[in-house]
RNA sequence: GGGGACGUAGCUCAAUUGGCAGAGCACUGCCUUUGCAAGGCAGGGGUUGAGAGUUCGAUUCUCUUCGUCUCCA
């Protein structure tokens, strides 16, 4: 069976069973302790919390998700992958054990004619917290599991929790037999390879306290309303029922293992043994790239581009083990080019997406296999210096401090430069290397750790979240009379803030609207009760929270105070017109370049709009222009302006642009602007017709890293300032130059490269000129001790490096077959500027201008200093000249 | 968020305790040669990313800033 059809039958069964089916989250999630989706239950987190009230009592869901922890396991073991389904239903305060229970082994057992997976109820085993008696008597006495295949298990397997305070409960876990094939026998105790976990139910019946370990805290009471919370595992279930020993064999990931064997003519699996610790390298490294591959396609296809930190890193650090994975398995071409495509045939006919955004993805990650190469194309080069060096040595073992250093600084893999050393004859001092890579890895843990201490999700905003959500009236109202719910000091709830106090109040409803979906925050400001307070920034910490930062202007506040809260009208407006430009110019984009270019983020604020976009190369001047023209064109057209409310998959529906990465609720703020000519999700605040914007004009056009480019435009009123700036710039040039505006292009281009040749030509003078009197002088040479030896005073004004040309000439006039010294002095301004040559005959009968200028330099009360061909040095008092060529001439003469 | 490295001619890169900014390719001209990565000679091309500091003197050292690459969290 498909895992595609599986998951169809898996959403079925639980919609018929009165299941509402809720849609994947993005693996991005909007959480910051969280990089990606790990689990299917991470979008009802606030449902089972507490937090808010569920829309629904039941649902089901096939969710993405991601989880790298054990990235180096992947390929060697069969169950790791980082990519995977988690197909998942849930209950909230509705039903619990029984029917959980019953709902899974129902699906699991039913037989393939009548839309189960059909798996036979014999081999079937479960697991059970020590003492959930309820639980061993469902599966016993209801499901007719005999006691021998139902296993009691301690809190470390069976016991589920967060891991902070919150909801808990005992878990029950099937599993299957694979057969004496696989293992040993006697249940998951014994062998969890032979038994496979399939599927794991928890009971979310108790509150847990705090506790030091991940299985050391207290189990508190019960809840008051029980949930479910179950996880099916997509890639199991198929390896079961395609009969294939691990996940990286099922449809969706084996098509890419076979196309990357034969690119590379390996044969999978000839050299391995059936367990998973008897794999060949090579079939360890098919893996690998048959996982990565697809998680990497999975996570552009969500939004995710490579960068160097955050979860851009964690998407650049598995394309990358999956090319160098290719090239350790011989393939030295571009090789993602060859594998997407493969993986998106894989898993289009559950995420169709991934096909019409196939161009947008590729031109993504083929970019990033571009960057890798340069990288390793430099790296190779450092590569070989270190090696010769270290065989030149005549060691046999590369530093750990190099192989370190090549990975750290140039991105080159470890595996690597084991593999490239093994060539050349060499071993790698691992230990050293992983010593190192370990400081560092403590270095940035204490860092984040002493980081997170310092702010961070501070306790005070939970607790006055808890009192309820502030309710936003800024769509509609700029304006409102509310009282003061909370007030937070240096991450602190306390009851009054003085005249002078910079702090952040939280209010029982607010027209500020919250920095958000790019939009910046409201300014404005909230008085009452004596007190005057200034808005500089409104942030929404937690969902359902605002928090308005600001500096107590004048009097005292305190909580409960009523106040009247203000927004700065103009800002407003400013703010309207920056966002719906924002819009219009992201439409126009697309319009222009094609759906290609979706936004990856925006910014902003009154008179300023930014734009970032999936686009690979720069804009040129004229497309920059039809951007401008197809934005101002809408504009002109006094297009409406509307917002309505509706359910997710309606959005969808109708081709509303959703961001990447933002977490959305089922019930969204679609915004369109002349109907279906731009239709975004959006929270902001937009004008009412297009004209308001005024007028767009696009200022700056700059890449952000692979395949994201930026515009940045004015807006509005801005935007007529800024062409009146250039206007009023355009003249005074066209003044100055005394020609037409047209013309300024040519006329600027001639005039720069005349003044190019008349400079060229004034060094060239000025030169000759220093040069004139070289004759002169070289004449004036004598024997000093068999050398000859020109030590004059040059024309005055003559410095640095013009001195310097004129003492070289000096020397190249002497006899070079003998010894020849040049010292020169000039005074400039009042100061000597000195310079001493010696050619290389001189040099040979061991004359040194750098101990030449050393000698006679205190003389003049200067300090100056070269080598031993020229040195030169300046300062000191120019009367003193001819004292410090005499001490020239001593010099040599004693030194013969 | 923390760390490392790099910004030099159109491109790829040099420049030994701070001391004449170079090479190869590309470009222009001439010569040689009937051509398909030809040879010779001559030449043009630089604000050493930007700004400040130390110094007689900074591509080199220090600080700031911008940009690129990279590792870790």
Known sequence: ??????????????????????????????????????????????????????????????????????????????????????????????????????????????????????????????????????????????????????????????????????????????????????????????????????????????????????????????????NIDTGMGMERMAALLQGVDNLYEIDETRPILDKAASLTNKRYGEHSGHAANQSHPDDVRLRVVADHVRTALMLVGDGVTPSNEGRGYVLRRILRRAIRSMRLLGWDDRALPELFPVARDCMSASYPELATDFERITMIAYSEEETFRRTLAAGTTIFDTAVTAVKASGASVLPGEQAFKLHDTYGFPVDLTLEMAAEHGLSVDTEAFHRLMTEQRERAKADSKANKSAHGNSPAYRQLRDLGETIFIGYTDLTTETAVRGIVADGELVTRAKEGQIVEVVLDETPFYAESGGQIADEGLITGDGALLRVLDVQKPLKGLIVHRVEVAEGEIGTGAVVHAQVDPEWRRSARQAHSGTHIMHAALRQVLGPTALQSGSYNKPGYLRLDFAWGSALNEATKRDVEEVSNRALRADLAVTVQHMPLARAREIGALALFGENYDTDVRVVEIGGPWSRELCGGTHVDHSSQVGALTIVGESSVGAGVRRVEAFIGLEAMRYLANERALVNAVSETLKVPPAEIGDRVSTLVERLRTVEKELERNRVAAVLAGAG????????????????????????????????????????????????????????VHFVASVNPSGQQAGVSAGALVKEFAPVLGARGGGKADLAQGAGGDPSKAADALAVVVRSLSASA
């Not at 180096?72 to 239903?89: A, I, L, P, S, Y």
């Not at 878990?171 to 293992?183: I, V």
């Not at 013009?802 to 020169?824: C, E, F, H, K, M």
């Open 1 to 226: 069976m498909r895992s595609a059809e599986i998951r169809r039958r898996f959403l079925a069964h639980f919609e018929a069973n009165g299941h509402t089916v809720v849609p994947s989250a993005p693996l991005p999630f909007d959480d910051p302790n969280l990089l990606f989706v790990n689990a299917g239950m991470v979008q009802f987190v606030p449902y089972f919390i507490g937090q808010q009230a569920a829309p629904f009592k039941r649902a089901t869901s096939v969710q993405k998700c991601i989880r790298t922890q054990d990235i180096e396991e992947v390929g060697k073991t069969t169950r790791h992958g980082t990519f995977f389904q988690m197909n998942g239903n849930f209950s909230f305060g509705d039903y619990f054990k029984a029917e959980a229970i019953k709902l899974a082994w129902e699906l699991s057992t039913k037989s393939q004619d009548d839309g189960g997976f059909g798996l036979d109820g014999d081999r079937i085993w479960a697991t059970v917290y020590f003492d959930d008696e309820e639980a061993i008597d469902i599966w016993h006495r209801v499901i007719g599991l005999p006691m021998e295949r139902i296993v009691r298990r301690g809190k470390a397997d069976n016991f589920w929790s967060m891991g902070i305070p919150g909801p808990c409960g005992p878990c029950s876990e099937l599993f299957y037999d694979r057969g004496p094939d696989y293992g040993p026998d006697g249940g998951p105790e014994v062998d969890e390879d032979r038994y496979m976990e399939f599927w794991n139910l928890v009971f979310m019946q108790n509150e847990r306290g705090a506790g030091s370990t991940k299985d050391d805290y207290p189990i508190l009471g019960e809840l008051p309303a029980k």
């Open 776 to 831: 002169a002088l070289a004449s004036q040479a004598q024997e000093v001790a068999g050398k000859q030896l020109v030590a004059v005073q040059a024309p005055a004004g003559v410095a640095g490096n013009d001195l310097r040309t004129l003492a070289l000439n000096i020397r190249g006039r002497l006899d070079q077959s003998r010894p020849a010294v040049v010292v020169l002095t000039s005074d400039v301004d009042g100061r």
